[in-house]
């Protein structure tokens, strides 16, 4: 199956019940997956009118505790950054997908992209099975961190046909949700209010310095236990090549053939881009001569590679724009022989 | 207030003035009738209103409020019902993914007319054309009253706020937008109504609309919205006791109330 229907069933076997989306490629196939797909588990799928509605509907049935989830590719996620700022502070587990149009969303993914401070965690699968594993989890943290969780895919994720299992993953246990409102318990005088702004049901006004803290605590919380990664032949390299998603498949393919040709170049991957493995790669980087950021992009990562190593190894940029005529991502730099040429021109460049 | 104040008169003398007995007015489903908004604002009463009615209907544990940003707000955390506070501009589409989830549940939303008919004025009118079936409830003061009187989609010609010094001229700022009415003419509206606070009949009259508009969404038969126009003497610099003079004659010329749609018409 593709990419998009990996995603789509796997988020349906995560007990994903809601779905509001907008279409625009190379998104719209998971859309149109949920809209297919929904109605036979009883959930539903609205098709927004905008993804400012998107986001916002997604935003209710969050509250109502139901798994949900949003998505579109940057351009729409810009138009729900302001609803996601707040859904984050209203700690409302949600799952957003952007199809993104290659990497260029990088920095509206990792730094919180709207409004405020915040940050969300983002997953960037590699392939459609690890697209629908991370799909899975992806609610499940949603829930256990009462958090956003975006999930960071391209054309060539959504688009690509492989072979790929759906089975139900059980993550451990995870709070109930005695936060969600259900309105049963109006006239109590213990009814919720889910908000973004830390009001307390019963007394007037807010407390934002408490409020804040008690997110910036969480968020420091979540920094620490889910930064996610992947590694190969770091421990003698001279060169660690660090890339993410679907272009980090390719460089994980030139490195394994370049090992195989006895090059001492490592690969790593950050699976989690928020919170970023920046100990995971000082560790892999360390006593390399030089670390390699390919990326499709005109330099995103490279910041937060540069932030994990802070200084220990030179960071070269061997990505860069690469784009195909439709402008949806796929471009040159997509190519196993491309990525080799840059690779082996940054050996050079660090071995004496 | 403390009740002490309240409930014990000073006898030891005359009093200076004529004693005043105050009732409580506070409803059920309000937790205090404590609050910040200004003298002779409109929108408690409105919300009164809208408490009195929701527990009139045995609601109370059966309904979900999503409200928007305005002064409003500011009393939402004294609300005693189950509530989510939503973006300026977005709580049609948050009580749409909610109401979908929770069908079974009374869905209304709270707006301003800065909130819905300037900011999200896309998000009402989708859900009312998508007969989604929720109750949109506006209070429509036409002026920004939260930050400190500026004009709105709703304010009338001539009103002066503080970015129409001279008064709302059609030249240069265009035209109020009759929200009510727009909504009314949209296939998936069932009920539209707008009524007003400035008067014990005009009062009464709100909360028959509001009770219609909950029933209609009870039987699931689409989309239902009731606009309030409350006052805002301080939003319109006018002295509080004119308010509600102002609301009828000035606001209430425009924006005319009364029933705009009913269900078989």
Redesign the interface.
Known sequence: MEGSEAITEAALSAGC??F?GYPMTPFTEVHEGFARRLPDVGG?C?N???E???????????????R?ATGSTGQGLSLMQ??LS?ITR?ELPLVVFNMARGQGDYFQATRGGGHGDYRHVVLAPIDAAEAAHLTQLAFHLADLWRHPVLIYGDYLLAHTSEAVEIVHRDFGPLPEKDWA?????????R???????G???????IDPAAFWDHLQQKTDRIEAAEARFETESCEDAELVVVAFGTLARFARYVVRELRAEDLPVGYFRPVSLWPYPKGALLEAARGCGGVACLEQNAGQMIDDVRLSLLGEAPVLPIGGISTDAAGFGVGPLLDAAVIRERVLGALREIRP | MSSSRRDVLDTSAAPSRPARRTAEFTPGLQLSGDHDLCPGCGEPIALRAILETLAELGLADAAIGVVGIGCYTALTSLIDVDLIQALHGRAPSVATGAKRMRPETLLFTLQGDGDMVNEGLQEVIHAAARGEKITCLLLNNGVFGETGGHMTATTVLGQRTKNTLEGRNADDHGHPIPIAELIARLGGTGYAARGSVHDVKSIATTRRYLRRAFEHQLRGEGFSFVEILTMCPTGWFVPTAEGPRYLEEVMGSVHVTGELKKPGR
């Open positions: 019940r809601f509001a539903v609205i927004a009118e905008s400012l509605e998107a986001v916002g509907m997604a935003w209710g049935a969050a509250a109502t505790g139901a949900a302001e609803s707040e209203a409102v259900d309105g049963s318990l109006g006239g109590t005088g009814s919720r209010n889910v908000n973004p702004i009001m307390t049901k019963g007394s007037k006004g």
